[in-house]
């Protein structure tokens, strides 16, 4: 093993001279300290249920935009509460063209002022994770959330919010045809499987979404504060690397 690759598994916690960073408790998205919001309150939104006609001719208009008219959309989105409070909304970055889409749970007060996704700590340890097995932010790889506005207070993401933004992260993935999907944390994978996910047992197995390899995996905000599991995450690591680089179908 080269040195260089040494030193990014030293930096994700996995060589001998690893130290605990400190970084905020961990929440929804990137750990970030709050910060005083300033912004003047916006009128409240009203979010339709999943399944009423308004959402459903909202779903449907989504799924045919291409990404100019989703950035436009994603901006002006006021489906759901989270639109209160936000400095912007957070769509995603990356290839366009990617060989796997990373999947988190929604920006943190970073990511609300600088309007990309993971760009604190964990995003940090993030890319170092990604350097690890060949792939960089932008080089092979595109990063989204499950919502695109930063919920208060960092919390996890309510089933009702993500519901509301689901329609937007479906049509970047239909645009983006990843070769693999890779839900970082419990709340990205129950969106994208649709179902309860554990990590422990969802981890280490290949599942489909629409005919994308789909694997779990720990959010970086987790291991930042969870020093014992990030050995489990190089395995994961591994796997993504082998799934990644085989022929697409």
């Not at 759901?80 to 912007?88: A, M, T, Y």
């Not at 995603?92 to 929604?106: A, I, K, N, R, S």
């Not at 709340?187 to 779990?216: C, T, Y």
């Amino acid at each position: 093993m080269s040195g260089r690759r040494n030193e990014i598994l030293r930096e994700i916690g996995l060589g001998p001279l690893w130290r605990l960073r400190e970084a905020p408790p961990f929440g929804a998205g990137e750990p970030a300290a709050e910060a005083p919001d300033d912004t003047p309150p916006a009128t409240p939104a009203t979010p339709s249920p999943a399944g009423a006609p308004g959402a459903v001719a909202r779903a449907d208009a989504i799924s045919v935009m291409d990404w100019p008219q989703l950035a436009e959309a994603t901006a002006a989105c006021r489906a759901c509460r989270l639109c209160e409070r936000r400095k912007q909304a957070v769509l995603g970055v990356g290839d366009l063209q990617p060989q796997v889409l990373f999947v988190g749970e929604g920006p943190g007060a970073d990511e609300d002022e600088r309007g990309e996704p993971f760009v604190g700590q964990a995003g940090k340890l993030l890319d170092a994770m990604l350097g690890s097995i060949g792939l960089a932010r932008g080089r092979g790889v595109y990063i989204a959330n499950t919502v695109k506005c930063r919920p208060p207070e960092n919390r996890t993401p309510q089933a009702e919010e993500m519901t509301a933004c689901f329609p937007y992260l479906k049509r970047q993935i239909a645009l983006l045809q990843p070769r693999l999907i890779v839900a970082l944390g419990r709340p990205a994978a129950q969106v994208l499987l649709d179902a309860e996910v554990k990590i422990g047992a969802a981890r280490g197995r290949v599942f489909d979404h629409d005919g994308i390899p789909l694997v779990v995996t720990y959010h970086p905000a987790y291991l930042l504060r969870n020093l014992p599991d990030k050995a489990r995450a190089w395995e994961d690591l591994c796997l993504i690397r082998r799934l990644a680089s085989q022929p697409a179908a």
